[in-house]
Structures are given as C-alpha cells and as structure tokens.
C-alpha cells in the first residue's frame, strides 16, 4: 500500500513543543497536551490549564510509542507507522533512526514493530522522531499515575512515572469510557494507562486501571470472608457477647462502649490509638473511620480521634491509612476546612505526612478559584494556608497569586485576610511573577502603609523583597517622611525602611526632614521628635546613620532646639539618647 506526503506532512519541522517558560503561549489552535481541558468546567482557570498542559508535554517528551510500518518507499528514504495509540498514520523519515536499524529497513521494512517518539509541526501533522525496530512480542508501554480529580466526561490523571514526579502539575485526560475499573469521584488512587494521541496532538489516557498491589487487594478480601459477623444489641445500653469480644480489636471493643459519653469516648480512643500497631489501626480506620472521616474531621470529638491517627499512622511503617486519609481529605478539602476541627485535621497531615502526601494536600489551593473560596478557607484555616505554601513550588505559588490578583488591597486591610495575604506575598517576592503582582501593590502602597493591617504586609515586604524591589517600595515614601512618621501605624513603616535601607536612601529620609522648606518655621525633625509616634523614626535614624556624616547634620538639627524640646516627654527621649551617644564616645565606650 503505497502513500505520497501530504502536503501538511511535508511542511518544515520544528521541535517538540517544550517552554522555557512555566507556561506555554496561547495559541488559537488545539491544546497540545490534554483532550477537553479547555472546555471542562472543573478546570477554570486558564494559567492553571497552560501550565498543567506545559508539564504534561514535558512529562511525554520522550514516551515511546508502538506502531508498525505499513508504508515505506526505499528511494525517498521515508515511510508511515502505524499505531493503535495514534490517530492516523504517522510520517517518518530513515533519517531518524540509527545505521543499525536504518540498514535493516532497506532490505525490508514493511510489517516491522517499531518504537518512536511523537512530534508535533503544527497544521495537524506529526512525525515520528527516534524511530528504532523493535521484536515483534514488544507490547505498548503503561505509564504509572494517580486520579486527581473527576469532570462530568472523565477524569484527571497525574502521571508520575519518569519526569512526572519533577513536574507534579501535569494532568493528562482519561475519557469516562477509559475508566471502567474505577469508581467515579474517587481520587488519589495510583493507576495504569496507555497514551493515545490524535491528530490535533491531544492527548488522552487509555485503558486506566487500578495501580494496587494485587496481593494487597487479596488478603483484603481474605480477610472480609474470614471476618466474623457482629451480633446487634438488643438494647441501647447493652455490650456485646464474649464470642463477638474474642475476635475484636482494642479500638473496635472501645467503640462498642455506648453507655459512656462521647468524650468519655474520644479519650479512651486517642490513648488507645497511640498504642496501637499497624495491624489494629488499620482495622480500626477501615472500620469505623473510613466511610465517615469527612463527618469526623469536623467534630469537636471525632476530629481527635482522627488526629490521633493520622499522627500514629506517622510513626508506623507498612501502613497506607496516611495514604488513604490524604485522598479522603483532597475529596472532601473544602467541606473539612470550613470548620476549625477539621482545620486542625488538616494542620496534623501537614505536620506528619510525608513531602509527597503535603504536597498532594497542598495543590488543592489550586483547586480554589475565586477571592470568595480563598476568603472562606482562611476563616478558620489561615495557618493551614500559610503551611501549605511551604511545600507549593514557584509555579504552583504563582498560580494561587494570579487568583488574588486585583484584590489584593481590600483582602490587605481585612483583619481575617491580612495574615494569609502576608504569607503568600513573602512566599512570592523571590520569584519572577512577583514583578506581574507588584504594580498592584506599588498603586495602594502608601494607603496600605497607613492602614492597621496593611501596614504589617508592607513591612514584611520590605524586610524581605530583593534590593531592587525593596528600593521601589522604599522609593514611596520619599518626599512623604514628615507626613508618614507620625502616623500611628505608618511610623513602624518608616522604621523598617530605615532599617532596611541603603545608606543613600537613609541619608535623603534624613535630609528630607532636617531641611527648612519656604512655608515651614522649623524643620520637620523637631516635630517629628515631639511627636509619640514621630520620635521613634527619628530614634531610628540617629541609629542608622550613625558613623556616617549625615549623622551630625540631624543631631545639630535636634539640639539647636534643645531647650524647648526637654520640656516634651517624647522629645526628652530623643535628647537622653543623644547625650548618652556623647558620653559613650568621651568615655571610649563608642561602639564602632
């Protein structure tokens, strides 16, 4: 069977689509990476969809495909494969494969099992790149992965084999039909696929199957049909039979105690729990936590009984309740942290679950979307926040800055945001999309200095930021010195600015408020240094400048009104401290 190129097909190639960027340029064609991800519900956001399509390309760069070739032609030296993975026939040329293999197919390529990579040239047309033969007995290559999240039309896909744990963010689409083995709405569980790509270079997992140990998934069963059924009481009040005693763990004899109060309950449990070996506490969390945990995690009770567990289970080894508690958690992540319980069920897996089990916690931030979902995880959750983007990369950390982004002056100034805010910002003013976020900031900068709450964000900032930010945020406050130093809560902006300062930029603050302007009587300074909250900038700059010539330019500013500034209290504190400087330096005790 013959074929000619098509004349997409014999367009100039250009390399596999990997960005240098965390995410990808916008294209108007079709996604290359992930089928239906541009028009799922369940993934709104388009810097996340860019970012997990860049990654999952990355990830597949160099999965090998089955095929075999169905057309070559020997005098133009190229042919096409053809592959149950791949929609259509693929091009290649002999130019891509070793001297080995390349001479082998000049004496007869048709019919031969090949592997190759796939590469896409754009206008619908692919090739085949590191083309090599392969025995005829070689199957199709399974990649390992865990289901994430589920849409109305399949499911979401982690692929973790290879680059896939370096690159956490890429998702691959599982159509519903591809998931038979699966149970709908369950999330976290590892699985198997194949890779199937079209000829718009959208790819899909394929034939998705659980990942368990099978000898795990049998002796689970075993144990089911050795499990001996439990007597009902015949009353409330009433405990059950010795026979049913014999063969019930400690934690299952502890939940059969109804006459006690539940938090007679919930301390004999937790005690009970931090004894317990691998064997009971699985049983016990199979049992009676399992189907219920999401309800649990957000009782007064039931949520230390869950702690006690999950810390437990921390220190054991051979056990998967962490593993199952974390899936439970990511299914139920908003309904479990709208209470302060389940918050703190949260908090205990962060502390004590291990780096992959945080961060498969942590990405559920990138679940939030909106200003109002963020504002209602930090009503009670503000620290958890605040851990999470601890074990967030800088892509991840972008993402949930971009989700803020406009709002963040109004969530500054709120007393239940300005925490959470503050946290994500020092989390973000090392990375490169901080410059995207810093206009923002920069325009309500001097408002938000001023504001009760803002005012702690913009400090932190400044101790924090790299040295060309920090001088652009420093930089708002020039010419406003006199202003903003007796502000109640700016004044503690000014200091920190101070502190953080270059030695330039210390000396201008200083001049600013020691020059006389045409409309002033007195200089600045000798408001400031009466004033509560101006005498404490002006303290700061005595202790910044010191051994530095604009040093002495302040101090005589100050003390060429010396008598009238020791009848002010504030003022007062500011004299002592000069003539202590004056003493220390006559005595020799000077610090240099």
Request: charged share 20%; proline share 2%.
């Amino acid at each position: 069977m013959d074929r000619t190129r098509s004349v997409s097909e014999s367009h100039p190639t250009c390399p596999l689509k990997k960005y240098q960027n965390n995410s990808p340029p916008g294209t108007a064609g079709s996604i290359s990476a992930s089928s239906s991800l541009s028009s799922l519900q369940s993934v709104p956001n388009k810097a996340r969809k860019d970012f997990a399509k860049s990654s999952l390309t990355k990830v597949l760069a160099d999965y090998k495909f089955l095929g075999n070739i169905v057309t070559f032609k020997p005098q133009e030296a190229y042919g096409f494969i053809r592959s149950e993975q791949v929609t259509g026939d693929v091009f290649f040329s002999l130019n891509h494969m070793d001297s080995t293999d390349k001479a082998s197919c000049t004496t007869g390529a048709l019919g031969r099992w090949v592997n190759f990579v796939i590469k896409d040239c754009g206008k619908k047309s692919m090739e085949a790149r590191q083309v090599s033969l392969v025995p005829s007995s070689t199957t199709v290559s399974y990649l390992s992965g865990r289901v994430m999240n589920w849409a109305k039309i399949g499911c979401f896909i982690q692929v973790t084999s290879g680059l896939g744990l370096q690159h956490l963010h890429n998702r691959l689409f599982a159509p519903l039909v591809e998931t038979n083995e699966l149970v709908i709405g369950e999330v976290g569980i590892g699985v198997t696929f194949k890779v199937h790509v079209d000829r718009s270079f959208r790819l899909e997992g394929r034939d998705v199957k659980r990942g368990e140990n099978n000898d795990e998934v049998s002796k689970e069963k075993d144990n089911a049909k050795v499990r001996k059924a439990r007597r009902r009481a015949v009353t409330e009040g009433s405990i059950v039979g010795n026979e049913e005693d014999e063969g019930a763990t400690e934690g299952e004899k502890l939940m059969s105690l109804k006459h006690i109060t539940n938090e007679e309950f919930s301390d004999e449990l937790v005690i009970a729990v931090e004894s317990m070996d691998a064997c009971d506490l699985s049983a016990l969390f199979d049992k009676q936590l399992k189907t219920r945990l999401s309800t649990l995690a957000q009782q007064p009770v039931g949520s230390k009984v869950v702690v006690a567990v999950i810390k437990r289970a921390a220190r054991l080894e051979g056990i998967n309740v962490e593993e199952k508690i974390t899936r439970m958690v990511m299914a139920n992540f908003k309904i479990i942290c709208s209470t302060k319980q389940g918050c703190a069920v949260v908090q205990a897996g962060l502390e004590n679950f291990s780096p992959a089990n945080k961060v498969m916690l942590a990405e559920q931030l990138l679940e939030l979307d909106t200003v109002d979902e963020f504002s209602v995880l930090w009503v009670h959750g503000s620290h958890i926040f605040s851990m999470m983007l601890g074990s967030l990369d800088e892509n991840s950390l972008a993402m949930v800055g971009f989700s803020l982004s406009g709002h963040y002056a109004n969530l500054s100034s709120h007393i239940r945001h300005y925490k959470p805010v503050r946290a994500l910002l020092v989390s973000l003013v090392n990375t490169d999309s901080f410059n995207e976020i810093l206009p923002e900031v920069e325009q309500e900068l001097v408002s938000l200095a001023c504001n009760k709450f803002g005012h702690f964000i913009i400090s932190a900032l400044i101790g924090s930021s790299p040295s060309t930010i920090k001088s652009r945020l420093i930089s708002a406050f020039t010419s406003k010195i006199a202003t903003l130093s007796i502000h109640q809560v700016c004044h503690s902006v000014i200091v920190t600015a101070l502190e953080q300062g270059t030695a330039s930029t210390q000396a201008a603050f200083i001049e600013e408020v020691c020059t006389v302007s045409t409309n002033q009587a007195d200089m600045a300074v000798i408001k400031l240094t009466k004033d509560r909250y101006g005498h404490v900038v002006v303290l700061a700059m005595l202790k910044v400048s010191r051994h530095k010539q604009v040093h002495n330019v302040l101090k005589a500013s100050i003390l060429c009104k010396q008598d009238e500034l020791m009848e002010n209290e504030f003022a007062a504190k500011v004299m002592k401290t000069i003539k202590t400087e004056f003493h220390n330096r006559t005595s020799g005790n000077y610090s240099k």
